[in-house]
């Protein structure tokens, strides 16, 4: 599976923006998908993660009730629908894909897309 990250940009605070990220391969159905970030200096974060079918998401405390995963497996393509952006959400975001089940740690991914910036502005 190759990941292709879009959607990144400037946007101020309370702002939106929405990711997504293509994905080739015919096996994007059974995988599923996931969105981390990394900020300048820090570790890379988990954010979002869903399953194959759509049916279950989690997400991470900090962007629970802002940001919405979802996938369109017709179009091999998962989304992150981020509202109400803060400064604190810059970073490089990444999406990545894996057959085994949702996880939050990186190691449990093994497609990674190249990623694509987001600055929230003050």
């Known amino acids: 599976v190759q990941l292709q990250a879009s959607g990144g940009g400037l946007v101020q605070a309370g702002g939106s923006l929405r990711l997504s990220c293509a994905a080739s391969g015919r096996t994007f159905s059974r995988h599923t998908m996931a969105w981390f970030r990394q900020a300048p200096g820090k570790d890379r974060e988990f954010v979002a993660t869903?399953?194959?079918?759509?049916?279950?998401?989690y997400y991470t405390d900090s962007v629970k009730g802002r940001f919405t995963i979802s996938r369109d497996n017709a179009k091999n393509t998962v989304y992150l629908q981020m509202n109400s952006l803060k400064p604190e959400d810059t970073a490089v975001y990444y999406c990545?894909?894996?057959?085994?089940?949702?996880?939050?740690?990186?190691?449990?991914?093994?497609?990674w897309g190249q990623g694509t910036l987001v600055t929230v502005s003050s």
């Open positions: 990545a894909a894996d057959v085994a089940g949702w996880d939050t740690r990186p190691v449990g991914y093994d497609y």
């Open positions: 869903i399953t194959w079918s759509g049916g279950t998401t």
